[in-house]
């Protein structure tokens, strides 16, 4: 009865992987296009063009790349552990590198500009994200690829681990929709209640940003979808459990 | 050991509940402090006086008393569960109403001074927020407080009723953080960069309700802090046990 329970779920996850690819992906193109259609393209020159990349690589590396860096762990579910930890922590070195570009962008761009930085929310809240990004980045390495921490501090620090990645990408998400508001109050504050087709499609990127986070916090949430425990991993995990007996799975 | 390790973090139930309740309330005094010092206070004439109990009653309602609901499950462990659900069910109502009033208060603003509704992004998320809301509290009423639903749908809708409180919750601080940033950049875009005292105000009211929203949700989602089996409740859930083997359990 119990298999039967989760069965048919389980066999939900392509699908709902699916509706996350193919709302992650439209976020990327709507951002391009935003950007590309209707901000004037893309370019190195300090220039608005610059900044133009800001959103783009926010979207790709910050929410789309780091949220499936996460989703790993539920698509190769029967693949080895090792292998999984490394496509975890390359698909965020890839996210990790287009958000360093995105944020070199904007703050090339306010300083030929002459603009300030860091005094908006969107800026506040959007360089926590990166900040707290960088450092659950090099503490994963350290902890889960690197034998540096014992496996008692392994096990200690998962649970945080994973809650840290979604707090993050909800973050990065919510950075990415204050950053839309600002953006079209900077660019089209007069016609922007007039429901211009730059506003609309701007504002359905949010509402396609939304569905993304929901989707993947139910997906990362839901135990019928958890990597199912493995015999080989059984045998190392039990020295985890000698240790930190009552601590969490340290399948994340 | 289980229960030993288990037992530290239990204790600090009472203070990170204590967190949450100075930044819940520090959110409505900053709220009331920039609309009341900066923003020339409240009235109920159509002005912007007007407009400004939206965010008062939105940050009140939807965020702190719909958090302050959901808490109950964690600060009434050891209450009766019947007695539980109707605070949850209660402060949900307050938190409801202050929400409708904070609705009415800025679509009386629009009207009354002929600007459109429902353009910016804010108004979108915020208004799905608070349809889903309102859905959420109905559903709720029906499955949880009066025997509408059979037991088996009540404990199939237990984990999705629990999902989808999170994510409002989530979603309500993300409108909250859109609705500052359009409110500065309607009221201060000339001055906001120069790190005056109301943009630096309105910022740390966001900062505030992210710290607020990211505790809550390690409150909800830590095991530890979750309401232990009672057993009057025990002998219940047998009948969610038999009829729905492999479900969750019905406790939130």
Not at 64 to 73: R, S
Not at 84 to 103: Q, S
Not at 240 to 249: D, M, N, P, R, V
Request: hydrophobic share 50%; charged share 15%; aromatic share 12%.
């Amino acid at each position: 009865m119990d298999e039967c329970g989760s069965y048919p779920r389980r066999t939900t996850l392509p699908w709902v992987v699916g509706v996350t690819q193919v709302l992650g992906l439209t976020s990327v193109v709507l951002t391009g296009v935003w950007m590309g259609r209707y901000r004037g393209g893309f370019a190195w020159d300090g220039s608005a063009k610059e900044f133009n990349l800001h959103p783009l690589c926010m979207v790709l590396g910050l929410v789309f790349l780091q949220g499936d860096a996460i989703l790993v762990y539920r698509v190769f579910r029967n693949e080895p552990k090792r292998n999984v930890k490394l496509l975890h922590g390359g698909i965020h070195l890839f996210a990790l590198i287009f958000t360093i570009v995105g944020i070199v962008a904007v703050f090339d761009f306010h300083r030929a500009s002459k603009i300030p930085d860091m005094y908006s929310l969107h800026s506040w809240c959007g360089i926590a994200t990166v900040v707290l990004f960088c450092i659950q980045w090099v503490l994963g390495l350290m902890f889960f690829l690197f034998p540096v921490a014992s496996a008692w501090l392994r096990a200690t620090y998962l649970p945080l681990h994973v809650f840290c990645g979604v707090v993050l990408l909800v973050m990065a998400i919510g950075s990415c929709l204050l950053g839309i508001t600002e953006k079209l109050l900077f660019s089209i504050m007069s016609t922007y209640s007039q429901f211009t087709a730059e506003g609309v499609l701007a504002n359905c990127l949010g509402v396609v940003l939304v569905c993304f986070g929901v989707l993947m916090v139910f997906i990362i949430t839901n135990d019928d979808y958890r990597r199912p425990p493995h015999p080989e991993e059984e045998a190392l995990s039990v020295h985890f459990k000698t240790l930190t007996e009552g601590a969490s799975s340290p399948t994340p």
